[in-house]
């Protein structure tokens, strides 16, 4: 039940743009995308409910694929700020109120 | 700051033991869920509470129980530790609890059992 996220690690540029990818074997309602800086505690980046929407937070945008039952993560014009884990979170149709984490991507920008 | 506090920040100690762990919400923050974080496994979701009241279960061992207090703190018990059990343990704080809020974390325990 756990999402699976791809790729697993990825080094930019900065200024390259990165996607990362979280899919699920269950129907979705929802998915969470939250980053982890070194030693640091998770922050919330956006929620996407049911509905294929996309949202935006500055520079970093992310689509549900509810029929894929995925959701990607867009990074674009990387900034050494965007180096960090992130985690995809997931709660599917049972609506059983737990978000699953994925194990996250390791995104490292370079200068 | 996220808002929410977590003590200690270290613990360290030996198998067989019992340690406590408590997390003090966001101010009017209602809900409160602990994750379990060691390097190979990413966040594993324990259990949270909604006002004093069980709302979901993870992932949480037998040898875990957890509680939330009357003044919404809560604390995660850990028992018959095991060198297994050494993470970072998370709190966190969300407004109603539903899946669709936010959720703010804490800056975690890290545990050490030897």
């Known amino acids: 039940q756990q999402p699976v996220q791809s790729p697993q690690a990825v080094i930019l540029r900065e200024g390259e743009d990165a996607v990362i990818n979280c899919s699920s074997s269950k129907a979705l309602y929802s998915v969470h995308w939250y980053r982890q800086k070194h030693g640091e505690a998770p922050v919330f980046l956006m929620i996407l409910l049911k509905g294929g929407e996309q949202k935006g937070h500055e520079k970093i945008s992310a689509s549900f694929n509810e029929k894929k039952q995925q959701s990607s993560l867009y990074l674009t014009a990387s900034q050494l700020s965007y180096s960090g884990t992130y985690f995809c979170g997931t709660e599917t149709v049972d609506r059983d109120d737990k978000i699953i984490f994925g194990k996250g991507t390791r995104l490292h920008i370079l200068p | 700051d996220s808002g929410v506090t977590q003590t200690p920040k270290h613990l360290i100690t030996a198998t067989g033991q019992r340690v406590t762990l408590r997390c003090s919400p966001r101010?009017?923050?209602?809900?409160v869920y602990w994750y379990q974080q060691s390097l190979d496994q990413g966040l594993q979701f324990l259990i949270q509470y909604y006002n004093g009241e069980e709302r979901a279960k993870g992932n949480i061992l037998e040898r875990f129980s957890a509680q939330q207090f009357p003044d919404l703190h809560s604390e995660l018990n850990l028992s018959s530790l095991e060198l297994g059990d050494s993470a970072l343990y998370f709190c966190?704080?969300?407004?109603?609890?539903?899946?669709?809020?936010?959720?703010?974390f804490g800056p975690g325990t890290r545990l050490t059992v030897l």
């Open positions: 966190a704080s969300s407004v109603e609890g539903l899946p669709y809020n936010e959720q703010f």
């Open positions: 101010s009017g923050d209602l809900s």
